[in-house]
């Protein structure tokens, strides 16, 4: 195979990569949010995250929805590339006991299930490559 097509069977895939962790970002997102106990909505709009470091944000966004927070994580998640980290977290202070299960609402967590389901978040995602 000559040079200029391993160029472009690379960039092919480096594209279907962050594609792929892309649509898995948006998609543990949308998990956690809907998941998330609604009192005043408050838990659901704080999940964050950052590229490569660690986040503590916080906001009073209360919206029930919760379509603020997931169209911010969307356009964060395509700011990723490979190799980059990312963390994912609620700083708000009763994020513990709400993942420890002292909610009505989300009884085995949220971090814990949607952990659970990564594989086949991933899979899902990789199953919509064109």
């Known amino acids: 195979m000559a040079r200029d097509q391993w160029s472009r ?5 480096i594209a279907r990569l962050e594609k792929v962790a892309v649509e898995s970002f948006i998609d543990v997102t949308q998990r956690a ?3 998330s106990p609604i009192d005043k909505a408050l838990f659901a709009n704080n999940w964050f995250t950052e590229i490569n470091g660690i986040t503590s944000k916080t906001t009073n966004v209360t ?3 919760g379509s603020a927070r997931l169209s911010e994580a969307e356009a964060e998640a395509f700011r990723m590339k ?12 009763y994020a513990i006991p709400i ?4 909610s ?14 990564w594989q086949y978040i991933v899979n899902d995602a990789v199953r919509g490559i064109e």
């Open 9 to 13: 069977i690379e960039i092919r895939n």
């Open 63 to 65: 919206d029930r929805t």
């Open 104 to 117: 009505e609402q989300a009884k085995n967590g949220i971090v814990k299930v949607v952990s659970s389901e």
């Open 82 to 93: 490979i190799g980059d980290s990312v963390s994912f977290a609620n700083a708000l202070p």
């Open 33 to 35: 949010v809907t998941m």
């Open 99 to 102: 993942e420890r299960g002292h």
